[in-house]
């Protein structure tokens, strides 16, 4: 048995003097089927991994890549329907992969823990947070006194753990959740924590706390770490090692740093071009079409030829807030925020969760009255729009959103869709339209054959780009993108940015772009607004922004930007 | 291959970057009320009961068909409980009616006050419960009480009360049962739609809808209304068969439906009399009322789980 | 919570006086001579007309008769019914019976729903499972007064397990087969709802973390499953309660059951509406506080509701 494992390509014994050391968690060929209603259907081939005592070790794949999936069979969870179909799961030499549900209660918690990735679902909503903590100490037999539970949930960072582990999961922000599964996960030192996108949910800087935190408590207790992450960048900065899984198979696997800087499969080498987080430029479409270049390269030539076609002068919103038995109080979701939008370009607005950004998106939407403030649309006050004005304006200003699962009525099929809009302006006849119609698809790269399919048919991606047409369709000058690239995998993302900045040259158009991902700020605007807490904290253009921000809270977004710091040898940049 | 035996690249052959922004062309395009009439029909549940349902709908439309004694006519109190003879398979009533021939006639009023009710509930309910959710504020709070105050009445309870008025009294027929059941039924339907609505009023693709210029009311109809309609079919299914038992129980307490016409409730009221002696003469009655009832539940479940959005690929 | 209780509390009085108010108006108000209209055809004695018109004050405006009536209803003067007695106290004495048959009902069904819904769901698609659903499915098509006459003339009169009917002295065993009667249709509800609820929390998120934390499969099943899918559980049952009721009158009626449906379906035989509306409007007011009492204790299994705005 021993010898089998020295021989095989997997062992490790190169690095100096560890001779002898066995890995804490080998997986050699695993096969996972899950039975589905059409047959039984592979879901990780041939995967392989190896994580050595205090290592931590990252699977990047996008969604469907059979990572989680890998994860979640190392634990003994896989769904009712999936089973491992072939190799091994060596935990310290134990072959796991059909060890008893017994033996795995054993090992799950003290052994192997979980910190899992929504904060929001993964907390029972009807038990006190202490109570979560107590049951988990309890079933591996540690002490579980209410002292022994503030212990382990101020050592996740929680202040004022007492009185925080009398509370219940819903009066809990998402980052504290997340410091309650992550105290849950560590709460009985286990050799091997698994993290499944523990931070995916989190705003930031949010995000870089707590992953800060995880990593310090983790490196005191010498737990190795599984961490599954879709973000190359993330994985880089925060593994040893890095294992990329495309299609439920590993393509490659390596050290962070050489991976990332010296990619081989086809597969990484697209994912290092096209994570955000790791691109530091804007994409220049406009240069490989041939296009006159100059006005994307040359801000100061740009800036004399465009005018402002959006302004926003002190724009405010409040929402009463009840706070029962009539009593209501005052908040602002947004407050005097001004800037202004230059025809033809790429506006950002930045924030968190909670900053306003999206609210502001409404207002310039017309779907929500302003409190206070003014939106003049090429000149026009549109807060004094009478509803055929408005009915016009609503031609040229046009959103996109960030789901696409949500934002497509499932009932309309594709035609429909991208044809409603022509429909409800009384644009052509039935032909015209759906010639429009095809060339509209032809213009989000989408085959003609989609046009009488249904949303649910469709891909994250493909269905973003169906969105894209039917905001399209009237011609209108401005798009707002509500999130628009939030919700796609990492390749897709960067294809959909790739549309957009193509449209934008093509036609002319003028983005203003709701994110809060500053990475992809990054990629495609050309001015930046940062929100927080419904204010403007920061203006100013793309370069400026991102080479010397001048507030703190800009400084801590980009620093949260995971990867921002690793520096690429430039023959991959 | 590899740079650094650390470092793992797979053969690319095994591992093809495939497009994946393929469009399925090998199967017909799926709507949603495609894909759930796919669903439903390879759902033995649905099929029986559709075909249960269908029988009872001939039968109720031309009874003539299934029996050739007319309603109520050649009751001999000579036949008093008789048993089964030539022409007459389940025997006779108390009164001497052929019980074969009441069933058949039953299914009538069985049927037509279960669905005229359910569609008096839908047009009352859907209407109310989505004008409430779509635009809350006054509305929704005046519908909202409104509707507990009729939820405060149980079914039976309620009907007790109303069926006391001189007018229903003096007036008993197929309309005062529908009546009665749709007046204190509606508030089901209408919360089952204003949550419904609720929920898909604040959907992207309705913003989207507004941003087009769709109107706040050609919203609600065009998108909002057919995307909450899933629980509504389910609910109304499974209601029909609720109501046909409420008119059966209300006529068993003789406040449903007249003696003249023939209902099931009746029938069993009817054979109270005979329990102890003849009790299959209540059993037919039963037993038809059972399955009719068994029938729509059957098809509401059906209906359910090929509605049921999980089961729907996304 | 507290304010919770009382906005609970605070809504509540609307909707039973509305309920009271309409009932009222239905039987007092409408157009006609109502005392004339509570005898249909019958001649009542000029005697009783008359006591009728003072206890119902029907020389006054509606809204002062309204007012009467309901203050004669929460100081429990209810009035006489046609024999004479005073409805009050027949009430006091059939009512604990009703209430003993509804809360045996409430028990079977409580018990043997979840128990046999929480096998069904954590097993889904098992034999376990169908059987019990195809069985559930006939019992909630056989409607309640029939289930009523099939039992009572298998259990009661083939076999002799039970007395076939009830009458004067009730008590928890000869009530035993009513109950069963009565709760048999809300059974197979509340299975049906529990082994929804189950199978849809056996695949929450939480479920699997309190897996991955250690716990064993049966602290997982009751303290996390469980205990979750309890909660639209017990909102089913609160508001079957109202159901309950309406059942008690067929089931009371079949079994002769000297209970509060019982006097309610022999004053509807008899058309007595005032002592119908004293009825109904006693038992709006408990299906109200019951209700109250069950979203208290829905907010107290569900910690969330109690936030919310």
């Known amino acids: 048995m021993r010898d089998k494992e020295m021989t095989t390509p997997d062992v490790r014994i190169d690095e100096a003097g560890t001779t002898g050391i066995r890995p804490l968690l080998e997986i050699r060929d695993l096969a996972i089927t899950f039975k589905t209603g059409g047959g039984e259907v592979k879901a990780v081939r041939d995967a392989h991994l190896t994580i050595m005592p205090g290592e931590t070790v990252a699977i990047v794949g996008e969604s469907g890549s059979g990572k989680s999936t890998t994860a979640l069979a190392a634990i003994g969870l896989l769904p009712n329907n999936g089973k491992v179909s072939g190799g091994q799961i060596l935990l310290d030499g134990e072959d796991i992969a059909h060890a008893s549900e017994q033996r795995m209660i054993e090992l799950r918690g003290n052994t192997i823990g979980m910190v899992p990735q929504d904060p929001m679902s993964n907390l029972n909503p009807v038990w006190k947070i202490g109570y979560q903590v107590r049951e988990t100490l309890r079933a591996n037999g540690r002490p579980s006194g209410p002292d022994d539970i503030a212990k382990v949930l101020s050592q996740a960072g929680l202040p004022d753990a007492k009185r925080r582990a009398n509370q219940y999961p819903h009066e809990f922000s998402g980052g504290m959740r997340q410091r309650a599964l992550i105290a849950i996960g560590l709460s009985c030192q286990p050799r091997l924590l698994i993290a499944d996108e523990p931070t995916s949910a989190l705003d930031v800087t949010v995000q870089r706390q707590i992953l800060d935190h995880l990593e310090t408590m983790t490196n005191e207790l010498g737990t190795s770490v599984l961490l599954i992450t879709h973000d190359l960048g993330l994985a880089a900065e925060r593994a040893d090692k890095v294992v990329v899984m495309y299609q439920g198979r590993v393509v490659e696997a390596g050290p962070s740093l050489e991976l990332l800087r010296n990619p081989q499969h086809p597969y990484t080498k697209r994912l290092v071009e096209s994570a955000p987080s790791l691109a530091s430029r804007r994409i220049q479409v406009a240069k490989e079409q041939g296009v006159e270049t100059t006005d994307l390269l040359a801000p100061a030539a740009e800036t004399a030829k465009s005018d402002t076609f959006l302004q926003i002068q002190d724009l405010r919103k409040v929402y009463k807030l009840r706070q029962g038995l009539g009593k209501a109080a005052d908040f602002a979701a947004v407050d005097g925020v001004s800037f202004d939008v230059r025809r033809g370009t790429t506006t950002a607005i930045v924030g968190e969760s909670g900053s306003g950004k999206s609210t502001v998106a409404k207002m310039v939407l017309q779907l929500e009255k302003p409190t206070d403030g003014r939106i003049l649309f090429d000149g026009v006050d549109t807060s004094a729009l009478k509803p055929a004005e408005l009915f016009k304006f609503r031609r040229r200003v046009q959103p996109i959103f960030q789901d696409p699962y949500g934002s497509l009525d499932p009932m309309y099929n594709i035609y429909r869709t991208i044809e409603e809009p022509l429909r409800v302006h009384k644009i052509g006849d039935q032909a015209s339209r759906e010639k429009k119609v095809r060339t509209l698809l032809d213009q989000v790269a989408l085959p003609q054959s989609a046009m009488q399919r249904y949303p649910n048919e469709l891909s994250g991606g493909q269905r973003q780009r169906v969105a894209i047409a039917r905001a399209l369709a009237l011609d209108p000058e401005v798009i707002i993108c509500d999130e628009a690239v939030s919700a796609l995998d990492v390749l897709v993302q960067a294809q959909v940015l790739n549309l957009l900045a193509d449209l934008q040259a093509n036609l002319g158009l003028t983005y203003l772009f709701i994110t809060h991902d500053l990475a992809v700020v990054r990629q495609i605007a050309d001015h930046v607004c940062v929100m927080e807490k419904g204010r403007l904290v920061e203006t100013g253009s793309t370069d400026d922004v991102f080479e010397s921000p001048q507030q703190d809270y800009t400084k801590a977004l980009l620093n949260a930007i995971p990867g921002a710091k690793l520096m690429l040898p430039p023959e991959v940049a | ?314 | 919570m507290i304010r919770f209780i009382l906005r609970r509390l605070l809504q509540v009085i609307p909707v039973f006086l509305g309920t009271t108010l309409l009932v009222y108006y239905m039987v007092f108000a409408l157009p006609g001579d109502p005392i004339a209209a509570l005898f249909g055809d019958r001649q009542p004695p000029q005697a009783v007309i008359d006591t009728l018109r003072s206890q119902y004050h029907l020389d006054q405006p509606f809204w002062v008769q309204y007012g009467l009536f309901l203050k004669n209803l929460f100081t429990f003067n209810l009035g006489n019914d046609f024999t004479g007695q005073p409805i009050a106290a027949s009430l006091a004495r059939v009512f604990p019976v009703t209430a003993m048959l509804a809360v045996e009902a409430l028990a079977i069904q409580a018990i043997f729903g979840v128990a046999f819904g929480v096998f069904a769901g954590l097993r889904r698609g098992g034999w376990f499972d169908s059987t019990v659903l195809v069985a559930s499915l006939v019992v909630i098509a056989v409607p309640t007064f029939v289930l009523g006459f099939v039992f009572q003339l298998v259990f009661g009169v083939k076999l002799g397990w039970a007395k076939p009917t009830v009458g004067a002295n009730a008590d928890w065993v000869t009530l035993l087969l009513p109950a069963v009667v009565l709760g048999l249709v809300s059974f197979a509800y509340v299975l049906r709802l529990t082994r929804a609820s189950v199978s849809e929390n056996m695949n929450a998120d939480y479920v699997r973390t309190a897996t991955a934390k250690g716990l064993s499969r049966p602290r997982v099943v009751l303290a996390h499953i469980l205990r979750n899918s309890l909660i639209p559980v017990v909102t089913y049952l609160g508001a079957n309660l109202g159901g309950l009721m309406g059942g008690a009158i067929v089931t009371e009626g079949i079994f002769n059951v000297p209970g509060v449906g019982n006097k309610l379906y022999q004053a509807v035989l008899r058309s007595e509406g005032p002592t119908i509306v004293s009825i109904v409007s006693v038992l709006v007011l408990v299906f109200v506080v019951a209700n109250l009492l069950v979203d208290l204790l829905y907010a107290w299994l569900d910690p969330r509701i109690r936030y919310d705005q």
């Open chain 2, 1 to 314: 291959m590899t740079s650094n035996k650390n470092h793992f690249v797979a053969p690319i052959d095994e591992t093809p970057l495939q497009a994946t922004d393929a469009v399925k062309t090998d199967q017909a395009p799926l709507s949603l009320w495609a894909d759930a009439w796919r669903k439903l029909r390879r759902r033995p549940l649905f099929i029986i009961s559709a075909l249960l349902i269908l029988a009872l709908v001939v039968i109720a439309l031309f009874p003539g068909l299934f029996t050739s004694t007319p309603p109520n006519e050649g009751c001999e109190l000579a036949n008093s409980e008789g048993g089964p003879t030539a022409g007459h398979p389940f025997g006779f009533t108390f009164q001497g009616c052929d019980v074969y021939s009441r069933v058949i006639h039953g299914t009538q009023a069985s049927l037509s006050v279960g669905l005229l009710s359910v569609l008096c509930v839908l047009v009352i309910g859907v209407t109310l419960g989505a004008l409430a959710g779509y635009y809350g504020g006054w509305i929704d709070a005046v519908l909202a009480r409104l509707g507990d105050i009729f939820f405060a009445l149980p079914l039976v309870l309620g009907a007790l009360v109303i069926t006391q008025l001189p007018l229903f009294r003096e007036n008993k027929s197929v309309w005062t049962v529908v009546f009665v059941i749709s007046l204190l039924a509606w508030p089901q339907m209408a919360r089952i739609t204003r949550g419904a609505v609720i929920e898909v009023r604040n959907s992207d693709f309705v913003t989207a809808a507004r941003a087009l210029g769709v109107s706040k009311f050609g919203a609600l109809i065009r998108h909002v209304l057919p995307n909450a309609l899933a629980p509504i079919i389910v609910l109304a299914t499974l209601e029909l068969g609720v109501f046909i038992v409420a008119e059966a129980t209300l006529s068993f307490l003789g406040i449903g439906l007249p003696q003249s016409i023939m209902s099931w409730g009746n029938d069993i009221a009817g054979a109270q009399a005979s329990i102890r002696t003849r009790p299959e003469i209540m059993l037919y009655p039963a037993a038809a009322l059972s399955i009719t009832v068994l029938s729509f539940i059957m098809l509401g479940d059906a209906v359910r789980d090929a509605l049921d959005p999980k089961s729907r690929q996304r």
